[in-house]
Every structure is written in C-alpha cells, then in structure tokens.
C-alpha cells in the first residue's frame, strides 16, 4: 500500500510539472439525446489531429484538458448522427452536444469508426456492451425481448440451458455475478423459474458486461458485473412506447413533469397466459408482473436528482394446494453533483430486497424467506488532464438475511412455527481507480479496492467440537454433520467475524497501430456473500448465507492477454482474450446434503478451491445492412475439495472435477440484415457443450424395486447431450410509419427452428412394464413460433 501511494504521488507530481509548461484548459460537458434529453452513456468525444479523446460516463458527462489550440471534435455514438465541429480552445469551455437519431426505424444501429478505434486504444478489456435496440433484434422464445438470453450470445457467457435462470461467466457460478439495475443490487434476475429475464427492454438505456479487468469501483462478486442503466425520461414530450406478445405485453409511459427540468418514466409488463387455462379446464396458475419507475430532477447545469425504483413479481401455482411467490424490489435515490469542471460526483442511498414465499395448503403451512440490503456509496470522477483521470469512493451495505420461517396456515395443519436464525452483515469499502495515459502506445487503468465484512450478532450461534462443523466417520467412509456442543448469543452490535482483504486491479493496453492493440490484465476480487444451491442453476428456493466463523470468503485472482483489431474503419472488429482464473474458498457440499431450512447450514458445506481458463474469440461486423458476431469460446471450469487431514479423501477422492457449469466448447452467431425499410431479418444459432452430471455405475434390487447406484467418487464425470438450436425472425415495418406519430412494427419468430430436444435433464427411473430402469430426458421447448406487435407513439 506504501508503495502504490508514492508511485501514485510521483505521477501527479510529473503530471503537475508537464500541466505547467503549457497552457491547457479543460473542455467538459453532457452529452444528451436530442430527441427526449436522456444522457448518452459511453459516447465517443475524440479529436482526429490527437488521435485521443474520452467517452461520457454512466451519466452522460465527459471532461477533457488538452494544450490551447483550435481543434476539431467528433462526438459519435451508436445509431446517431455523428457531430464534427471545431473549437478554439482558448478558455475553460462548458459545452453540451446533443446527437440525433440517424433513422426513423425503430430501434436501428448504426456504429461509427472511431467508436471502435477508441476502444482499441483504451486499457479496458473482457467487456460487452448491448443496447436496447441490439437486445430486441435478437430472436427469443415467446418472442420476448430478453437482456440475460441475449447475453449468452457473447463469449464467456453460458448458461445450464431453457428454463434456467442466472448465467455463467468463464466458469463461474451464477452467484458470482454482481447484477446492478440503476446500481441496486438484484438478487434474482429471473421471471418464472428462468424463462423470462426482470429486466423491461423497453426500460433499459445502457447494458455493460465486465468479465475481467473489472474497475475498483465494482466488488463483492467474483466472476462479472452486469451493469444496467435504466433510460430517465422524455423531459421534451409525452411519450409512449410498448408490445403485445403471445404471452405478455409491456407499456412504457414517458414525459416531462416540467419541461427542460423534471421527467418522469412509469414501465410495466405482464404476462398473460394463464388466463386461458380455465378454457381448458385447468386451474393452475403461472404469470408475472413487474413495474420499472424513474424521476429526473435536472436542478441545474452542476445538480441533478434522480429516484428509480423497480418491482416484480412471479406467482406460480397448482391449484390452491401449492402457490409459490417470489420477486424483487429496489429503490435508488441519487444526486449527481459538478464541484467543477474536472470533479464530477454522485450520492446514492438503495433499497435491494428479494423475497419468496411458499404455501402448501395440502400440508397446510407457510414458508418465507429472503435478503435485504442498504447500500450508501459516495463515487467521485476526477479528470486531472487528457492523460490522467482519477475515480474514488466509498460504500457501505448492511444485509439482513432471512434463512426462513414457517408458519401453519390453518389451525388443523399440526405444523409446529419455526424460524430460522436470521443472520446479519456489513460491507465496507474504499477504492481508487487511475486512467493514466503513459505515452502515445502504452496506457493503463489500475487501482486498488479495500474491503471490510463483518459477520454481526445474531440470536444465537451454534459452536462445535474443534470448530468443525462437518465431520468424517472412518467407519462408514463419509463426511457427516457435526453436532452442536453449545450455542452462543450475541448483540446485534456484536462481531462474530470480520475480514479484511486489498483487491488491486491492473489493466493495459499497448497500441501496435491505430487500428490494433494487445491488452492485459489481473484483477483480485473478494466475495462474502454464498448462494446456497445445489442444483445446476440457481431457483427461488435457493437462499444466500454471509462469510463467517465457519464459511470463508470467495477470493479470486484473474489474469488475461488479448488481441484487438478495428477493420475497414470500425466496420468490422476482433476481440481474443485468454483468462486464468483461480478461486480460494469455493463452498461446495458433503454426499446428501439437506440445504432446505436447514439451520446448521455449515454442517454441510466444505471449502475448497476452483480454476477456470480458456479462449475467447469475437468477430463483428458494425456496419451496413447485415450486421452481426460470431463468438466462440474455449474453456475448463473445475472444482478441487481435499481432505482436511491426512485420512480425510474429500470430495471425488481429492481430485479435480468438472463444475456444474464447465462447457468446454460455446459458439453462437447472430446476424441481421435490413433487406430494405419494411423487411429486417435477424437469425442466430447457439452450440454448448453438454452440461457436466452424473448417472448411475450400477443398481440393486430391493422389495422388487430397481435403484441405482451412483459413484460418490466421480462427481459431474457425466455430461448431458449438446446443446443447440438456430432462431429466426422477420421484422416488418409498415411504409404507413413514415411521416406520422404513431409508429408500429410487426415482429415474426420462430425459437428452435429445426425442433431439437434438448436435454434439460435425464433421470434414470423404473419402467412400470418392463421393471427395467431406463434413462429418462426432459426437454422445456420444442419449435415455438411467435408473433409481437411493437409501437410507439
């Protein structure tokens, strides 16, 4: 830590020394949408005689020093008109620029040159960045817009196939992704069990994926960031915008409160579909509804204000007897502030809460659980000069978890009410953040991040013999829970545990021409909080579980080398990158264990450690009428559990073995072409590697009833069949659209065109006839056709 503050020390001062022996002023201002005010995010300001420039953070700012001196600007941006001006230099400048739209056609990308040639040059790598319109262009099942679905399309990024929620980063587990909507955390990113994502496309402005050299300002998860902005309101005019599908349909209702000054947006979706289940006499229940809110107070040119909130929920049920409940709900209150012309600030106080509840009324009782979370952070961008930015900050999250409760719901029930022991934390952290340009070739972003977690007191605690929680039994050759010998209690201001850990980040990037770049970078992350799951991918049953007396923090190191290249001037671009990922502390669990409304969930659970590596390769083509990628990834995720002596064997005999989520081999393709203004055609096809499982080495027979035998020591040895399918759409927009207010398209698709089963499972089972056991497959989709209607007016 000494030596990065006097390195940081000796930069500024070498900075201050060349600031000095010329005269610079600062040019600075937001970069809006011309059409509705909304700030652009990730805007291109560059000026072609410096072969430099910047882009506008998350809130449309952007601040740049350079020499006195008449220069062109170009701002650009995807699908918008690109501004060319120039300015004479000579005065601290304060200039907003606002971009048009470059087509009438909804949703249309257009990608400048220099957008890419940027992004050669910058040090940030192992990210993706989607907008909205790239997001509905991509065909889906049920022809619903999907963020998370459209995601899987890019390298790196899997998934434990259809009808699974979360996604899988380089091998990582689908709790080691930190999902932010408007920076609340979202605990679960899924609208019935996986087939539908909580995120209104219609809603969203920006979506960013950071998969590696992930900046400081970002903790407390180890494999990505899933960074998600949502749009902040027409403060020009009403405006309104929506679609009806087969199974769901969305509005969005924009407009200004005050004109110039104060905006608001109001977003709801709902499916639909089980309203038609009485018509074939069937009473069960399956629907989801979610509303998105934002408010845009724009005080002045130095304050603005923002309130965003979002809440969802799904409701699934069989008859009366089994209705489960679950959804999110988050709320953000921001105040974004200019101390000057170089020193831009934003304060956020969020609200992140995620709930299930169950009710089995042939049982009769009631089960709740949940997380909670109050995140206060203070983020700071300091842009020093033209070659050094700086981003500082702190934060601070204080979670309540909520393990479960079950409750009798009738008084004939004869369920006894038990609670579980709700658990408490806090999370503290500092970072700074360092864009430092070194030369003309060579530039670097690095940074250190510190975090505090503390495991706060709770009723009480159970404490075991040698702080064991699991133990081996040499008789029978397994590891068993430990029984408690004592409990403790504590005050809720007590400390049962607390870790501290420094996470520093390095990325570079060296410029071989103006076109072509080679990248590297490490980053170390700390992760406290722990899904606990134990199937392939996460469900609302599923509860997290802080760090603690007995569970460790997750700490990962990162490290990946790549390769970018801009073609024919941004028209087509190259992204390689090769990663190494190892993991301390990566929980996983003994043979049988029993995770629901277990109280002594650390009876179950042994750490150990994970790596993953691979190859990622992306190919895009930006510009003209077909436009698309096509990515492909080679990789290994495994997961290593020893012995914690010498006569313990651990998990699969100590030995590595494959994760839940190792895909060895991941490619996709997502083309579209605009065969001319009324037709678009988009299409893409996914291949994945079969899903690591295990099925049985033998069978027994017992009472006449054939069970089979499964090997405790070759854990995930087993692979379900590949996964693929190809998608197609057709986009029609009327010629009646030109000239008028209200705008519509039609959206034809067919998900899974050529009708491939595949496998979500295979369970081995009895034949009732034969008396055999025989392997089973469950598949979710065959062919599914859809059709949707998008307006906006």
């Known amino acids: 830590m000494f030596y990065l503050?006097?390195?940081?020390?000796?930069?500024?001062?070498?900075?201050?020394?060349?600031?000095?022996?010329?005269?610079?002023?600062?040019?600075?201002?937001?970069?809006?949408?011309?059409?509705?005010?909304?700030?652009?995010?990730?805007?291109?300001?560059?000026?072609?005689?410096?072969?430099?420039?910047?882009?506008?953070?998350q809130y449309?700012?952007?601040?740049?020093?350079?020499?006195?001196?008449?220069?062109?600007?170009?701002?650009?941006?995807?699908?918008?008109?690109?501004?060319?001006?120039?300015?004479?230099?000579?005065?601290?400048?304060?200039?907003?620029?606002?971009?048009?739209?470059?087509?009438?056609?909804?949703?249309?990308?257009?990608?400048?040159?220099?957008?890419?040639?940027?992004?050669?040059?910058?040090?940030?790598?192992?990210?993706?960045?989607?907008?909205?319109?790239?997001?509905?262009?991509?065909?889906?099942?049920?022809?619903?817009?999907?963020?998370?679905?459209?995601?899987?399309?890019?390298?790196?990024?899997?998934?434990?196939?259809?009808?699974?929620?979360?996604?899988?980063?380089?091998?990582?587990?689908?709790?080691?992704?930190?999902?932010?909507?408007?920076?609340?955390?979202?605990?679960?990113?899924?609208?019935?069990?996986?087939?539908?994502?909580?995120?209104?496309?219609?809603?969203?402005?920006?979506?960013?994926?950071?998969?590696?050299?992930?900046?400081?300002?970002?903790?407390?998860?180890?494999?990505?960031?899933?960074?998600?902005?949502?749009?902040?309101?027409?403060?020009?005019?009403?405006?309104?915008?929506?679609?009806?599908?087969?199974?769901?349909?969305?509005?969005?209702?924009?407009?200004?409160?005050?004109?110039?000054?104060?905006?608001?947006?109001?977003?709801?979706?709902?499916?639909?579909?089980?309203?038609?289940?009485?018509?074939?006499?069937?009473?069960?229940?399956?629907?989801?509804?979610?509303?998105?809110?934002?408010?845009?107070?724009?005080?002045?040119?130095?304050?603005?204000?923002?309130?965003?909130?979002?809440?969802?929920?799904?409701?699934?049920?069989?008859?009366?007897?089994?209705?489960?409940?679950?959804?999110?709900?988050?709320?953000?209150?921001?105040?974004?502030?200019?101390?000057?012309?170089?020193?831009?600030?934003?304060?956020?106080?969020?609200?992140?809460?995620?709930?299930?509840?169950l009710t089995l009324d042939f049982i009769g009782f009631e089960w709740d659980s949940g997380i909670t979370n109050y995140n206060l952070k203070y983020d700071f961008n300091h842009y020093i000069n033209n070659k050094f930015k700086l981003s500082y900050g702190i934060n601070n999250i204080y979670t309540k978890f909520n393990p479960g409760e079950i409750l009798p719901n009738r008084e004939d029930s004869g369920i006894v009410p038990k609670k579980l022991i709700d658990k408490y934390s806090n999370e503290f952290a500092a970072y700074i953040d360092a864009e430092h340009k070194i030369s003309d070739?060579?530039?670097?972003?690095?940074?250190?991040?510190?975090?505090?977690?503390?495991?706060?007191?709770?009723?009480?605690?159970?404490?075991?013999?040698?702080?064991?929680?699991?133990?081996?039994?040499?008789?029978?050759?397994?590891?068993?829970?430990?029984?408690?010998?004592?409990?403790?209690?504590?005050?809720?201001?007590?400390?049962?545990?607390?870790?501290?850990?420094?996470?520093?980040?390095?990325?570079?990037?060296?410029?071989?021409?103006?076109?072509?770049?080679?990248?590297?970078s490490y980053n170390r992350m700390a992760q406290y909080l722990h899904l606990l799951s134990n199937t392939s991918s996460p469900t609302p049953l599923d509860v997290w579980t802080p760090s603690g007396k007995y569970i460790k923090p997750q700490l990962l190191d990162q490290y990946a080398v790549g390769y970018f290249k801009s073609l024919k001037n941004g028209d087509y671009s190259i992204e390689t990158e090769v990663f190494y990922k190892d993991i301390q502390n990566r929980i996983d669990y003994i043979n049988g264990a029993n995770l629901i409304a277990n109280n002594e969930i650390e009876t179950v659970i042994l750490n150990g450690k994970a790596r993953a590596y691979g190859l990622e390769f992306l190919l895009k083509k930006n510009a003209g009428k077909f436009k698309g990628w096509f990515a492909y990834t080679l990789s290994k995720s495994e997961q290593l559990t020893q012995g914690r002596t010498a006569t313990e064997p651990g998990i699969n005999s100590g030995e590595w073995y494959n994760t839940p989520y190792d895909k060895t081999h991941d490619f996709s393709i997502n083309a579209s072409y605009e065969l001319n203004e009324k037709w678009k055609f988009n299409t893409n096809f996914v291949f994945q590697t079969g899903q690591p499982t295990n099925y049985p080495v033998g069978q027994y027979e017992i009472q006449s009833l054939n069970v089979p035998i499964y090997d405790d020591n070759r854990r995930n040895a087993d692979r379900l069949p590949a996964y693929h399918r190809l998608d197609v759409s057709a986009t029609l927009t009327p010629e009646k659209n030109k000239n008028r207010r209200w705008q519509g398209e039609w959206v034809f698709g067919i998900y899974n065109l050529y009708g491939r089963q595949n496998a979500a499972s295979i369970n081995f089972t009895q034949n009732d006839e034969t008396y055999r056991n025989e392997a089973i497959q469950t598949s979710i989709f065959g062919l599914v056709p859809s059709v949707t209607y998008n307006f906006k007016f």
């Open 441 to 520: 070739k060579l530039r670097l972003q690095y940074g250190i991040r510190f975090s505090n977690f503390t495991r706060l007191g709770q009723d009480e605690l159970n404490v075991y013999a040698n702080d064991e929680a699991v133990i081996y039994n040499e008789e029978f050759k397994k590891y068993e829970s430990a029984e408690a010998i004592d409990t403790e209690s504590f005050n809720r201001s007590n400390v049962i545990r607390s870790f501290n850990n420094f996470e520093p980040r390095i990325s570079m990037s060296y410029i071989l021409d103006n076109h072509t770049s080679i990248k590297a």
């Open 60 to 357: 449309g700012f952007f601040s740049i020093t350079l020499p006195k001196e008449i220069y062109k600007i170009q701002v650009s941006y995807i699908g918008f008109s690109t501004i060319m001006e120039t300015i004479n230099l000579k005065e601290k400048t304060s200039k907003n620029f606002y971009l048009k739209e470059e087509s009438e056609n909804l949703d249309e990308i257009i990608i400048e040159g220099n957008v890419e040639n940027l992004n050669v040059r910058t040090p940030q790598m192992s990210v993706n960045r989607l907008t909205s319109a790239t997001i509905k262009q991509i065909p889906v099942v049920l022809g619903e817009a999907d963020i998370i679905k459209s995601l899987i399309l890019l390298p790196g990024v899997t998934s434990a196939g259809e009808g699974a929620s979360g996604f899988n980063v380089r091998g990582g587990a689908a709790d080691q992704n930190l999902i932010l909507l408007d920076e609340a955390i979202v605990f679960n990113s899924s609208h019935l069990f996986g087939f539908f994502s909580v995120f209104n496309p219609d809603v969203i402005k920006d979506v960013k994926l950071y998969k590696g050299g992930i900046p400081a300002k970002y903790g407390g998860r180890l494999s990505s960031v899933l960074d998600i902005y949502q749009k902040e309101g027409n403060s020009k005019e009403f405006k309104a915008t929506g679609g009806i599908g087969l199974v769901s349909s969305r509005l969005l209702i924009e407009g200004p409160i005050k004109k110039e000054k104060v905006s608001f947006l109001v977003g709801g979706r709902s499916s639909y579909a089980h309203l038609f289940l009485p018509l074939f006499d069937n009473d069960n229940t399956a629907y989801f509804y979610d509303l998105n809110t934002k408010v845009n107070y724009r005080i002045n040119d130095r304050n603005s204000i923002f309130f965003s909130g979002y809440f969802g929920k799904d409701i699934f049920g069989i008859s009366d007897s089994f209705v489960n409940e679950y959804g999110n709900k988050v709320g953000n209150l921001r105040w974004n502030h200019l101390f000057s012309d170089k020193l831009f600030s934003n304060l956020s106080l969020i609200y992140s809460d995620y709930f299930y509840g």
């Open 5 to 57: 503050k006097k390195l940081l020390f000796v930069t500024l001062l070498l900075l201050s020394i060349t600031a000095f022996s010329q005269e610079r002023y600062t040019i600075s201002g937001t970069v809006y949408d011309d059409s509705n005010n909304e700030t652009l995010i990730g805007v291109s300001i560059y000026f072609p005689e410096l072969n430099s420039g910047t882009t506008t953070n």
